[in-house]
């Protein structure tokens, strides 16, 4: 039986070939925001209520890393017994943005250095008896 | 604009019982009385931080804490701002004094904490963050403290061996501390040999949760001139919040503002402004300090503070620290009562526990920590979704 696949939170990224993350920007003064906001522009000079979606870069620089050597707690939901992963916080140029992400399966914190290139990638955050959920991860980047 | 006074202040000591925070609490406010030669009658307005893990009473604090003492009519207020909540409480108390409302104001934060990572209230809460960052990040607070702290290793050469030096030195100052949970040395080698758990950062140099209280009597000066004693000047309050784009990514926060939106020239960061609004209202600057309280949440973080509060320039923190001068003997010591480091968290009462000991110290009264002449003190603190916490406080 296959397991149906789904976004682990809806509308924060897409799953396509080319997967990216969604945030929006402000139609009135161009602020960008991931995630999106959706009552009113937080730019404090400015009223904007109407945004249009924008798909992220899906490639940025890290601008720091760790990990989970410990199981954190619920809602947490571990994949089996734990294992640590890590997490880095990604600098995205063009939008000025830092954006948190778990590190891909198989990568761990020997091998990511701040100011390195990682690209965005869709992965199982976890899985139930018939859903598997999906979740942005971001992978070092070997080649250029 | 007319002074506010300390005239007592109180704990009950850090621990781990799982007892009823209202007991913690009682015993912390009845320390401070008796410290200020008042009796609970006496008290016209009743300020407490909020406890979100004990149910109704911590919503109500100042209520449940006027109930628990005998309801006098005295006016209540309850506020929460996660871990600058015993500095909100604070400023709350004073402005009522301020406002000529009253003459004495009691101010209190206790807290029961459960075992392990704090961990978001439960139930489905797919629109709040601080829910989703457990969920599909799997984010604790020391993911946050962990970033960065290795980012200050990348930026500023810092080493695993320096952070664990903090923690040292703090449990140090802590040996003699009554208040503190953890009241001994710990070496170098031995932090450095706790299991990691958030990479760089150590179960060792990670602050643990606590129960404990904390109870703060205020007063005008006024009220304060026609009694014996020489009170502690509450010299600034600070409990700002940050500014748009806030460009460091912040707990629980999956990102940060754009720092290249239309928003015009650069905004103070937030940490640096916490402190910064403390000073101008002090009309002083860092270098008039005798000591500082900051939280270390971990070891790595108390780092940043000494950047945030002015001590030195961004990336000199870890010289200051490896030269001595923040341990006590030291130019300007830092957490001389041991910080965070010893004392674990009790999110409502930290920020006045910070308050306690500047004022103990201000006093002389600080057996075996004590700052040797201590006349200006700063505490700093930061609590999650925007909150600043800053005292100070003058002999």
Known sequence: MTKTLTPAVDGWFTVDEQPALIGNRCISCGTVFFPRVSILCRNPDCNGAEFSDQRLSRRGTVWSYTDAQYEPPPPYVPRGEHRPFAIAAVELAAEGLVVLGQVADGFGVSDLSVGMVVELVVEELFSDEDTTYLIWRWRPVTAP | ?395
């Open chain 2, 1 to 395: 604009m007319s002074d506010v006074v300390v005239l007592g202040v109180g704990m009950h000591p850090w621990g781990k019982w799982g007892r009823n925070f209202v007991e913690y609490g009682v015993v912390a406010i009845q320390h401070a009385l008796l410290d200020a030669g008042l009796e609970w009658r006496q008290v016209q307005f009743v300020s407490g931080a909020v406890t979100v893990r004990n149910g109704y009473p911590g919503y109500v604090a100042g209520a449940t804490f006027a109930e628990a003492l005998g309801w006098t009519g005295a006016r209540v207020a309850s506020s929460y701002a996660a871990c600058a909540s015993g500095a909100t409480a604070l400023e709350v108390a004073r402005a009522e004094i301020l406002a000529g409302r009253c003459d004495v104001a009691l101010v209190v934060g206790a807290d029961t904490t459960p075992k392990g990572f704090l961990a978001p209230t439960k139930g489905e809460r797919p629109d709040d963050p601080d829910w989703l960052r457990f969920r599909l990040l799997g984010a604790t607070n020391p993911t946050y403290f962990a970033l960065y702290a290795r980012r200050r290793m990348a930026l500023y050469g810092d080493s695993e061996r320096a952070f664990a030096q903090v923690r040292a030195k703090n449990a140090r100052h802590g040996v003699a501390n009554p208040n503190a949970r953890y009241q001994r040395e710990f070496s170098v080698e031995e932090i450095l040999a706790s299991p990691m758990v958030a990479d760089p950062l150590r179960l060792l140099e990670i602050c643990a949760t606590s129960d404990g209280a904390a109870a703060v009597v205020l007063a005008s000066a006024e009220f304060a001139r026609a009694r014996d004693g020489r009170p502690i000047r509450v010299r600034a309050v600070s409990t700002v919040t940050p500014c748009f784009p806030q460009t460091v990514i912040e707990m629980p926060n999956f990102a940060t503002d754009s720092a290249t939106g239309a928003v015009a020239g650069a905004v103070t960061p937030f940490k640096d402004a916490i402190a910064a609004a403390a000073y101008e209202e002090a009309g002083i600057g860092p270098e008039d300090l005798s000591l500082a309280e900051v939280y270390d949440l971990s070891s790595a973080m108390e780092l940043d503070w000494y950047e945030h509060i002015g001590l030195c320039k961004p990336g000199e923190a870890s010289r200051l620290l490896l030269d001595g001068d923040t341990a006590l003997g030291g130019r300007i010591p830092v957490n001389p009562s041991g910080g965070l480091a010893c004392f674990g968290e009790a999110v409502p009462a930290q920020a006045l526990a910070q308050v306690c000991e500047v004022v103990w110290q201000l006093r002389g009264v600080a057996t075996g920590r004590q700052v040797e002449g201590a006349q200006v003190g700063l505490t700093a603190n930061q609590g999650l979704f925007g909150h600043g916490s800053s005292v100070i406080l003058s002999r």
